[in-house]
Every structure is written in structure tokens, then in C-alpha cells.
């Protein structure tokens, strides 16, 4: 099966083929530079901007285009030169929408991508990520939602005979493509062990972080960038 890119990376791709050289040794430099730890965030383009010569409206979407293409590499566990080829000739190719790059353009195109591609710190938190976050569901955010219900008496009165406090807890994860919302009722000793769990996750992960320190092990996890 072919390799399809979407157009705002293939958008981004071709801006790298067809830059200057000096714009082109400006950003492998500026991406070279970066040391092993600090992450595939956001922020990769802001740390950067300052070390790359051409108009930086653009570099958002190179970097992301830079960084999808690691993902898609390792998580294929391609060589890089086969996969070079292979984005090479779907930018050859064109889409509907996209024009396609000539082929003295994807030439350059593929000798540039085998020095962005092959920047060691990017390579490390890429495989980092993957293994972070390579699970079936990702956690993306949560809510708690606090109510009073009230408690009615019998059947046909409007005589509010007491009321309930209950919390509604809605966690959202990432799965597929898509985003789903999952809902839990908690009442207040589930709050109380919540906690608990939670502060005891920290307290651990605190410890860990603190033998990679004394071990000179990087902490490559997503909070450190």
C-alpha cells in the first residue's frame, strides 16, 4: 500500500524541498541543537524559531510534519532510506488538492530528510512517546460535576422529604481518532480514595524521577519538556 500524506504535510514537505540550502542547514542545525530529553512538544518550534533563517509563519507546520514522519517510521519500524523513497514518490505523486514536487525537487527532498530524520534527540523522544502514550486509550482530560438532588416523598407529592449530594465523574481519553467520554458516580468516600490513589501515583512518581536523577538516566516522560 502506497504512502498517503495528508496535504497540510505534504504542504509543509514541499516548502522543505524547495527552500534554500542555507535555510534548509538552518534547520537541521536548529533541530540538531536540541538535547535528548527535550520532547516532541508544541513548544519544539517556539525553542527553535530564533535558530532557523526563513520566515517563521512556516516552521510550525514543518516541525509537525518532521515529527509525524518519525512517528509513522518507527511505528512502522521502516528503514530510513526505503522510507525516504517512499514519501518521496507520494509527494511525486500528487493528490487532488496538492501539487505534486518534480523530481529534482524530491531528490533534494529525500537528501534533506535523511538529516532531519536523523537527529538523535528526536529519534530518542520519539520512541519515548510511542512508548507513553502507545496504548489503546489515552487520558485527555477529566470533570467532576457536583449536584443536590432532592429526595421527594411518596408517590404524587411535591414534599421535598430530604436530598442527595452526588458527584459525577467524566474522564475523556483519546481513542482511535476520536475522542469518548466515560462517566462514573462517586460519592464522598470515592472522592476521600480517589485521592489517595492519586497523591500515592505522585508521591512514587516523584521517587522514580528522583533514582533516573541520581542514576544520570534522562526522563524523557512528556511533563519534562
Do not use: H, W
Amino acid at each position: 500500500m502506497s504512502l498517503r500524506i495528508p496535504s497540510t504535510y505534504r504542504s509543509a514537505l514541499a516548502s522543505i524541498a524547495r527552500m534554500s540550502d542555507a535555510d534548509a542547514d538552518s534547520l537541521v542545525a536548529a533541530l540538531s541543537a536540541e538535547q535528548i530529553g527535550t520532547g516532541l512538544s508544541s513548544k519544539l518550534p517556539e525553542r527553535i524559531r530564533s535558530r532557523v533563517s526563513f520566515k517563521s509563519t512556516e516552521l510550525d507546520d514543518i516541525v509537525d510534519a518532521i515529527t509525524a514522519l518519525y512517528s509513522v517510521r518507527l511505528g512502522n519500524e521502516q528503514d530510513l532510506d526505503t522510507f525516504i523513497g517512499e514519501v518521496s514518490a507520494a509527494m511525486r505523486r500528487g493528490d487532488a488538492e496538492n501539487e505534486k514536487i518534480s523530481d529534482e525537487e524530491a531528490a533534494t527532498l529525500e537528501i534533506r530528510l535523511g538529516k532531519l530524520l536523523s537527529v538523535e534527540s528526536l529519534t530518542v523522544a520519539c520512541k519515548a512517546s510511542d512508548l507513553e502514550f502507545g496504548y489503546d486509550r489515552v487520558f485527555e482530560n477529566a470533570r467532576i460535576f457536583t449536584d443536590i438532588r432532592p429526595v421527594f416523598g411518596g408517590e404524587g407529592t411535591t414534599d421535598v422529604r430530604g436530598a442527595v449530594i452526588v458527584n459525577q465523574l467524566r474522564i475523556s481519553c483519546v481513542e482511535g481518532s476520536g475522542v469518548k467520554d466515560f462517566f462514573f458516580a462517586l460519592d464522598q468516600d470515592d472522592l476521600a480514595a480517589l485521592r489517595k490513589i492519586v497523591e500515592r501515583a505522585e508521591a512514587k512518581s516523584k521517587t522514580l524521577a528522583a533514582l533516573l536523577l541520581q542514576a544520570g538516566v534522562n526522563d524523557l516522560g512528556s511533563n519534562k519538556d
